[in-house]
């Protein structure tokens, strides 16, 4: 069974920074895209950030310029270093990866639980 378990997230000024973690495990053969979303109240679910198995990311216009999307491979972890934050960054986020399960041929779309980001201004 594949787990994602998000840390990191919080309650800050605007024009503060957080740093967000998504540590994947379980039986994994491997992982491909790895990725951040959020969803704000009455919002639908959207993109942050995406990052390749390569290490290409991809941003939402939204956050170019103020978020980093990283990740560590070898402890099969994702991150989201946000600055600049501003009121509208406000939202669950929600970390994504597309994981091969151990004895399974297809990647699969797993989420963590969500984390609350509140910027206040």
């Known amino acids: 069974q594949v787990q994602l378990v998000e840390s990191g997230g919080g309650l800050v000024q605007a024009g503060g920074s957080l740093r967000l973690s998504c540590a994947v495990s379980?039986?994994?053969?491997?992982?491909?895209?790895m990725g951040w979303y959020r969803q704000a109240p009455g919002k639908q679910r959207e993109l942050v950030a995406v990052?390749?198995?390569?290490?290409?990311?991809n941003y939402a216009d939204s956050v170019k310029g103020r978020f980093t999307i990283s990740r560590d491979n070898a402890k099969n972890t994702v991150y989201l270093q946000m600055n600049s934050l501003k009121p509208e960054d406000t939202a669950v986020y929600y970390c994504?990866?597309?994981?091969?399960?151990?004895?399974?041929?297809?990647?699969?779309?797993?989420w963590g639980q969500g984390t609350q980001i509140t910027v206040s201004s």
């Open positions: 990052i390749t198995s390569g290490g290409s990311p």
């Open positions: 379980g039986s994994i053969i491997s992982i491909n895209a």
């Open positions: 994504s990866a597309d994981v091969m399960p151990y004895r399974n041929n297809y990647y699969y779309k797993n």
